[in-house]
């Protein structure tokens, strides 16, 4: 199957060469999201538990424009500023995900733009539409 690009304006333009997503079959690979205010383009500054709220309602935003859905969710990489504030995170992450729990993996690192997170995702789907 050929790869299909996916863009909604619910969720940021891309800061540089890259797509918001992208389906391959029945998997949605979406890029690093942040807490960017699609309506803006800016970042919203805030708490982590702020940054991390938008950032999930982004990637959800862009899930449903893929025709997938949180549930679809098989890995998840989060990347915060500050290890701790990781409980913080966590509590964030579980109101968006339920059991069985999507795979991750949460980096310590550096971001630009005053972010304290971003986030990434693999989706997969049982039927190819």
Do not use: W
Request: proline content about 7%.
């Amino acid at each position: 199957m050929p790869k299909q690009v996916i863009h909604t304006p619910n969720a940021p333009n891309p800061v540089g060469p890259y797509n918001q997503a992208m389906v391959a079959g029945n998997t949605m690979y979406v890029a690093g999201q942040g807490p960017i205010d699609p309506k803006t383009g800016k970042v919203v500054i805030g708490t982590i538990e702020e940054q991390a709220t938008l950032t999930f309602e982004n990637i959800k935003a862009i899930l449903e424009a893929g025709g997938f859905s949180l549930r679809d969710v098989v890995k998840v990489t989060a990347y915060l500023t500050d290890l701790g504030d990781f409980a913080k995170y966590n509590e964030i992450y579980k109101r968006y995900f339920t059991e069985p729990y999507p795979a991750r993996a949460t980096v310590g690192c550096q971001l630009l733009m005053h972010t304290f997170i971003e986030v990434d995702c693999i989706a997969v789907r049982d039927n190819v539409q």
